[in-house]
């Protein structure tokens, strides 16, 4: 939540760190800012609302000239989002600007102390504290003052900071909240994420927690907490700036949606080796696995709903039990986790605050942890025992759609990788199991071209309150395509398990109500097929949702959506992209701001 940058170099700064903030748009967009210091003195620019409007005001940068500056993209947390609570906020002497991506959880005995020392503070925020001590603190030397005061802050937190006394630098600090330096010629910079920095540089370093960066135009120094100089190691971008652009797609949601085949074949390809899995740079033992009676996966939102389904998978080839459990609750929940369970975190950001905490939790219970994660460097990729990244490439949308598929195939591919060391796959379904596996690539391209005349269909169901139903994996499928409903189309969706609608809900079905079902577990079709012609009966306007070829659900719904047969254990990678398809065209009809949707931000770094 919320994106901070920075640039210092030779060029005008304004439009840099304009173009940053855009990139950054998805962390958060209630409010943007940028400072720059020019002539001794920090100009400060900032709006409520839409970079666009910040660039409207600043005239695209041309307004603010300075060849240092930093910037904020904001979600709101301390403070309505106005133009006072925007970010950069100044010291009451002007000296010091700061952006903050973060919550610092002290930051009302913070207050009070310097209130009591007579600061003045403009902003309700809990950043405006960090600017008030850091002016306190300093005595001449800005890198001891910035320590001293990151040594007082509780929370989480990616600092930039700009001093009137360095003209010509810039220093970044992290705890807990992404930030990764640029390499440019001649020029550096900072930013919550690499998409705000491929334009530039693909040579990037990664700030771990406690350490502060110092940026000039010709070095980048980082200390760690107690000031000391560190060597880091330089990592270099693998994807090319086009790849976090529209790229002629109206919406990156859309574009997303359509780059899953590519997405899930760059998920599976490394990792299959002559018809074999290996794992990146880790291995399971049969002898270590045979030590786990658990696994437990643990994620936030569609992510969670990514691991409902892998659960499945899991335990009917793995035969262990396992448990999908929502971050948010473990993490509070007295966890019956020891050396003895396996948990698999899962997060495409790898930022999200409660699934760190639910991953910090397992592990002080002695549990091994493996992060499924799209997010290179990211935190729970650094604290998972094993990280197996998921290569989907950056995801801007803030609805998640190729982040969630390529989490469903690494959760087969770690499947199968399981079953076979625990010898619970002869060779030979193995072989068959790995060969469906890379149909996957091919079989989502044709879901994608089956599904051209959804755009019709939506504007069909998606008018009102609509009902997701389906049974074990195609229930899975059912909670993630209401969320994405929800989310982007702001349309009242609720999913259940179909065998659950007489318990309660069906009192709920009237006449021309929409139900979304889905029918794409063979073994169960005809269940889900009679809680259809249930709903039918009580008035329902029923879309299902099948494999090719299965007529006889033509006969009882209203409209049929098909997806190419598939083994059930991979059909929900198959049968979401429909109902991705289905809220994205929902909320175009209803000109929803479909990447940006009202509330929410991509990286949720805040409980
Ligand atoms: C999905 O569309 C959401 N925007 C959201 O539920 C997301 O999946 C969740 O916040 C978890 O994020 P993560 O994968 O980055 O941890």
């Known amino acids: 939540m919320c994106g901070i940058v920075g640039f210092t170099g030779a060029r005008s700064a304004a439009p840099i760190l304009l173009k940053g903030l855009r990139q950054l748009e998805y962390r958060g967009y209630d409010s943007a800012g940028i400072a720059v210091l020019a002539g001794g003195a920090i100009d400060v620019e900032k709006v409520s609302g839409r970079i666009a409007k910040l660039c409207e005001k600043t005239r695209d940068g041309a307004a603010v000239p300075g060849v240092t500056g930093i910037g904020h993209t904001r979600w709101a947390t301390h403070g309505a989002p106005t133009d006072t609570n925007a970010h950069p906020h100044l010291s009451n002497d002007g000296r010091f600007a700061i952006v903050h991506n973060g919550i610092i959880e002290n930051y009302l005995a913070l207050r009070e102390e310097l209130i009591a020392d007579g600061y003045v503070f403009e902003s309700e925020t809990d950043t405006e504290t960090i600017v008030h001590l850091l002016e306190f603190n300093y005595d001449g030397d800005i890198k001891a003052a910035v320590m001293k005061t990151a040594a007082r802050l509780e929370g989480s937190y990616a600092l930039g900071i700009l001093c009137t006394d360095a003209p010509d630098t810039l220093y970044a600090v992290r705890e807990s909240s992404p930030l990764i330096l640029g390499i440019g010629v001649g020029e550096n910079y900072f930013a919550s994420d690499v998409t705000a920095l491929v334009a530039h540089t693909k040579n990037v370093i990664y700030l771990e927690d406690g350490e502060m960066a110092e940026l000039t135009s010709a070095s980048i120094r980082v200390y760690d907490c107690t000031g000391q100089e560190i060597k880091k190691p330089v990592s270099r971008v693998t994807w090319n700036v086009e790849a976090a652009e529209k790229g002629g797609y109206e919406h990156f949601m859309l574009k997303e949606i359509m780059e899953q085949p590519g997405a899930v074949k760059a998920a599976l390809v490394p990792r299959l080796h002559e018809g074999r899995i290996r794992l990146d740079d880790f291995e399971l033992s049969a002898e270590e696995l045979r030590g786990i009676n658990k696994i437990i996966i643990t994620a936030c939102g569609s992510a969670y709903y990514a691991g409902c389904s892998g659960r499945y998978a899991i335990e009917r080839l793995c035969r262990i039990p396992v448990q999908a459990e929502l971050a948010s609750e473990l993490r509070y929940g007295d966890p019956m986790v020891d050396e003895h369970t396996l948990v698999l975190v899962i997060s495409q950001s790898g930022e999200t605050a409660d699934t760190i905490a639910a991953l910090k939790e397992c592990r002080s219970r002695g549990a091994k942890i493996i992060g499924i994660v799209n997010v290179v460097g990211s935190t729970i990729a650094k604290l998972a025992d094993h990280t197996l990244y998921t290569w989907a490439g950056p995801e801007i949308a803030v609805a998640t759609t190729k982040g969630y598929t390529t989490q469903l195939a690494v959760l087969y591919l770690l499947a199968i990788y399981i ?91 009237d006449e021309g109500q929409p139900v979304i079902a889905v029918c794409c577990n063979e073994a169960l079709a005809d269940k889900t097929l009679s809680n259809i012609v249930e709903v039918k009966a009580r008035g329902a306007k029923v879309l299902a949702l099948a494999f090719r070829g299965n007529t006889r659900i033509v006969s009882q719904a209203d409209d049929v959506i098909f997806i190419p ?32 949707p009202k509330n929410l931000a991509k990286s949720v770094t805040v409980e």
């Open 565 to 596: 047969r598939i083994d059930t254990i991979f059909s929900a990678i198959l049968a979401v992209v429909p109902l991705q398809l289905l809220a994205y065209y929902a909320a175009k009809e209803k000109g929803c701001d479909i990447d940006k």
């Open 419 to 509: 079953a076979e060391r625990l010898g619970r796959l002869d060779e030979k379904d193995y072989a068959a199991l790995i060969k469906k596996l890379m149909q996957l690539p091919k079989l989502l391209q044709e879901t994608i071209d089956m599904n051209y005349l959804l755009p019709t269909v939506a504007s069909r169901y998606a008018s009102q309150s609509l009902f997701f139903i389906g049974r074990n994996t195609d229930y899975a499928v059912a909670l993630e395509g209401a969320l994405k409903m929800k989310e982007i189309s702001y349309l009242h969706a609720e999913s259940y398990a179909a065998g659950e609608l007489k318990h309660g809900t069906i009192a709920l079905i």
